[in-house]
C-alpha cells in the first residue's frame, strides 16, 4: 500500500504578509509540523498548486524551507497564482516535459503519478493545449502498454463542480481532456485537483476524483447563480490517501483542530458506560 498526503493551496506570500486575515506561512507550518508528527510513515506528499499566492520568490524560499522538513520526498505542482519562470528557479530539481511545461512522472508502489501543468499566463483559467495533450497522451500510452495504474494530479478541474464562480475558470479545453482520458487504455485510477478550495468527491466519466480545503483560506459553498462568491475562515485540512491494488481510500484531516480527544467508554450516557455500569452493580450485589 502507498501512503500518499494531498496538500493544496496554501496562497504563500511573502513573509510576514497576511491574505484573507490569516497567515499563509503559519498556516503552512502547522500543516507540515501535523503532517511530520502524524504521518511521517508516508511515501510521499503531493502538493496541487497555488503554492504561492503572487509568485514571489520569497514565497518560494518559505515553500522550499517547509517542504525539506518532511521526512518524504514532496512533489509540487504549479497553480494559476503561481509563476513559471519563479517556480522553476526555487526548485530546479523538479520535472518538465520538452516543452518547458511542468509536466512529470513519479513511478511509485502503487502505479504511475502523472503531474500536470494547467497553468497559462494571463488568466486563471485552466489551460491545457495541445503540447500538452500529446505529453499526457504519450504518457498514458506508456503506462497503458507496461500495464501501470495511473493516477492524475493536477491544479484545475476538467468538469464542473457548480460553484459558478470556479466554473468559469476550470480547464478551457476540458472537451478534449475528456475525449483524451475517456479514448486512452491506460488505467486511470483518481484525479487530484486543487484550485477550488472545498473537499470535494465524485467519479467523474469513470473516473474518481477529490480535492479538499486549502491551506490557508477557502471559497464559500454557494451553489447559487452568482458569478462572485466569498472567501472563508473555515478549518484547512490535509488528505491521507491510502492506495493499493484493490481500493482508494482517503481520509481528510483539520490539522488545526485543538479540541479535546474523548475516551468514549469515560462518557456515563454512552452505551459502553452503561453496560459497565450495570456490569459493576450486579457484581456488588453477589
Same mark, same amino acid.
Given at each position: 500500500?502507498?501512503?500518499?498526503?494531498?496538500?493544496?493551496?496554501?496562497?504563500?506570500?511573502?513573509?510576514?504578509?497576511?491574505?484573507?486575515?490569516?497567515?499563509?506561512?503559519?498556516?503552512?507550518?502547522?500543516?507540515?509540523?501535523?503532517?511530520?508528527?502524524?504521518?511521517?510513515?508516508?511515501?510521499?506528499? +503531493?502538493?496541487? =498548486?497555488?503554492?504561492?499566492? $503572487?509568485? @514571489? !520568490?520569497?514565497?518560494? *524560499?518559505? %515553500? &522550499?524551507? #517547509? /517542504?525539506?522538513?518532511?521526512?518524504?520526498?514532496?512533489?509540487?505542482?504549479?497553480?494559476?497564482?503561481?509563476?513559471?519562470?519563479?517556480?522553476?528557479?526555487?526548485?530546479?530539481?523538479?520535472?518538465?516535459?520538452?516543452?518547458?511545461?511542468?509536466?512529470?512522472?513519479?513511478?511509485?508502489?502503487?502505479?504511475?503519478?502523472?503531474?500536470?501543468?494547467? +497553468?497559462?499566463? =494571463?488568466?486563471?483559467?485552466? $489551460?491545457? @493545449? !495541445?503540447?500538452?495533450? *500529446?505529453? %499526457? &497522451?504519450? #504518457? /498514458?500510452?506508456?503506462?497503458?502498454?507496461?500495464?501501470?495504474?495511473?493516477?492524475?494530479?493536477?491544479?484545475?478541474?476538467?468538469?464542473?463542480?457548480?460553484?459558478?464562480?470556479?466554473?468559469?475558470?476550470?480547464?478551457?479545453?476540458?472537451?478534449?481532456?475528456?475525449?483524451?482520458?475517456?479514448?486512452?487504455?491506460?488505467?486511470?485510477?483518481?484525479?487530484?485537483?486543487?484550485?477550488?478550495?472545498?473537499?470535494?468527491?465524485?467519479?467523474?466519466?469513470?473516473?474518481?476524483?477529490?480535492?479538499?480545503?486549502?491551506?490557508?483560506?477557502?471559497?464559500?459553498?454557494?451553489?447559487?447563480?452568482?458569478?462572485?462568491?466569498?472567501?472563508?475562515?473555515?478549518?484547512?485540512?490535509?488528505?491521507?490517501?491510502?492506495?493499493?491494488?484493490?481500493?482508494?481510500?482517503?481520509?481528510?484531516?483539520?490539522?488545526?483542530?485543538?479540541?479535546?480527544?474523548?475516551?468514549?467508554?469515560?462518557?456515563?450516557?454512552?452505551?459502553?458506560?452503561?453496560?459497565?455500569?450495570?456490569?459493576?452493580?450486579?457484581?456488588?450485589?453477589?
Amino acid at each position: 500500500m502507498t501512503k500518499l498526503i494531498h496538500l493544496t493551496d496554501p496562497h504563500l506570500m511573502p513573509p510576514g504578509e497576511a491574505l484573507y486575515g490569516l497567515d499563509p506561512e503559519a498556516r503552512l507550518t502547522a500543516a507540515i509540523s501535523h503532517i511530520s508528527a502524524f504521518h511521517g510513515d508516508a511515501d510521499c506528499l +503531493v502538493l496541487t =498548486g497555488d503554492l504561492t499566492h $503572487w509568485g @514571489d !520568490a520569497a514565497a518560494y *524560499a518559505i %515553500l &522550499k524551507r #517547509e /517542504l525539506a522538513r518532511l521526512p518524504f520526498p514532496a512533489y509540487p505542482l504549479i497553480g494559476n497564482h503561481d509563476q513559471r519562470p519563479a517556480f522553476l528557479a526555487a526548485f530546479p530539481e523538479t520535472g518538465t516535459d520538452p516543452n518547458g511545461f511542468v509536466q512529470y512522472r513519479v513511478d511509485t508502489a502503487a502505479g504511475r503519478f502523472l503531474m500536470l501543468d494547467t +497553468v497559462q499566463e =494571463g488568466t486563471h483559467a485552466g $489551460w491545457y @493545449d !495541445a503540447e500538452r495533450q *500529446a505529453w %499526457l &497522451k504519450a #504518457e /498514458l500510452n506508456v503506462a497503458a502498454a507496461e500495464d501501470q495504474p495511473v493516477y492524475l494530479f493536477a491544479h484545475h478541474p476538467p468538469f464542473q463542480i457548480h460553484i459558478r464562480m470556479m466554473d468559469m475558470i476550470r480547464l478551457v479545453q476540458w472537451r478534449e481532456v475528456t475525449a483524451l482520458l475517456t479514448e486512452t487504455r491506460a488505467d486511470i485510477r483518481h484525479y487530484f485537483f486543487g484550485h477550488v478550495h472545498r473537499p470535494i468527491s465524485g467519479c467523474w466519466r469513470g473516473i474518481p476524483f477529490s480535492t479538499l480545503y486549502g491551506t490557508n483560506h477557502q471559497v464559500a459553498l454557494d451553489l447559487g447563480p452568482a458569478e462572485h462568491t466569498h472567501m472563508t475562515h473555515e478549518a484547512p485540512s490535509y488528505n491521507v490517501a491510502l492506495l493499493s491494488d484493490e481500493l482508494t481510500v482517503i481520509h481528510t484531516c483539520p490539522f488545526t483542530y485543538d479540541g479535546p480527544v474523548i475516551d468514549h467508554r469515560s462518557d456515563p450516557n454512552t452505551d459502553h458506560a452503561k453496560r459497565e455500569a450495570g456490569r459493576a452493580q450486579v457484581a456488588a450485589r453477589m
